[in-house]
């Protein structure tokens, strides 16, 4: 397990990228019944107090390379010309789809390479497969998770694996809902033998060693005693909290935003909570992402206009 612990060496999200467009709720709201982090996120605003969506956009897809492409398969220090190619290589797993305002993209990419970003910047727990370099056809659909990734834990001494579920949608209710639907299915089909023979047949670094530790974690595709599993959902949804507070003055924009948002807060939970206690594979470990967007449709469009 020695090698195994240092894998957040592998973390490719550099913090910095993340504090420049993503500020922290910090709070202490709980839930119950169930082991649950909940973690409240908000697009910062620029000087003209606009959410910063286009920054994040433009940030996430400097690391499409990265989410796309095992490092493996690829030179640890890239010359101009091998990033061009491989940028070039990234984004055509992509599927672009025609953006418009009757017909916005419902792919789920944009919230899936967030999700990436969050695990690796928050939860410190790099991409393990790179499952976006294993679709035979771009216009094909991630099959299972949408991420996994993986941390040691030092208090438990095990290993942490996340499968992630990213969730946009315009009502929060139905993120939530869809994201536990996701789990529960996940579990139903025993989609986690796949995921975890995933793991050992697609380990994305080139460090057998490591991947030979990993392996031995394993029994037929099922956790062993020093597994534990996690899921990581993104629930992203709109919040016209954003416009609300357009007419604050700067020095007051941020605490009356967050003020606001708090508040709204505790219905959130409250809302979570009525939902899990309805989910009954309670011995699963959850970390909740909140994320409010102006528009989901809107980040979901300058994604892809990053892509293009």
Avoid at 257 to 284: M, P, T
């Amino acid at each position: 397990m020695e090698l195994v612990k240092n894998i957040a060496e592998k973390i490719s999200v550099e913090t910095p990228d993340f504090s420049n467009c993503i500020n922290v709720v910090e709070h202490d709201l709980k839930l119950t019944g169930i082991e649950a982090t909940v973690r409240f996120h908000y697009l910062k605003f620029d000087g003209n107090k606009q959410p910063m969506v286009k920054a994040l956009a433009d940030t996430l897809y400097a690391y499409i390379i990265d989410y796309c492409l095992s490092a493996k398969n690829r030179d640890e220090t890239l010359t101009a010309r091998q990033s061009t190619l491989l940028t070039k290589e990234a984004r055509s797993l992509f599927r672009h789809p025609e953006i418009s305002d009757d017909s916005p993209d419902k792919t789920g990419e944009a919230g899936e390479t967030l999700l990436y970003f969050l695990m690796e910047a928050v939860l410190k727990a790099p991409q393990i497969v790179s499952k976006m370099e294993l679709k035979t056809n771009h216009k094909d659909e991630v099959k299972g998770s949408d991420g996994i990734h993986a941390r040691w834990n030092e208090e438990l001494g095990v290993v942490d694996f996340y499968f992630g579920e990213s969730k946009l949608y315009k009502k929060i209710s139905d993120a939530i809902t869809s994201a536990l639907k996701s789990v529960n299915d996940f579990h139903d089909i025993k989609m986690y033998e796949h995921e975890f023979n995933m793991v050992t047949k697609h380990f994305k670094y080139a460090d057998e060693a490591v991947k030979h530790e990993i392996s031995q974690l394993f029994i037929n595709g099922n956790p062993g005693a020093n597994v534990r599993v996690n899921h990581a959902c993104l629930i992203g949804y709109d919040y016209k909290g954003y416009d609300d507070v357009l007419s604050e003055p700067h020095g007051n924009l941020i605490s009356r935003f967050e003020s606001e948002l708090l508040s709204n807060a505790v219905n959130l939970v409250g809302l979570l909570q009525s939902k899990l206690d309805k989910f009954e594979k309670k011995y699963l470990v959850f970390d909740v992402f909140f994320l409010p967007f102006p528009s989901v449709v809107d980040f979901r469009n300058a994604f892809n206009e990053a892509l293009d």
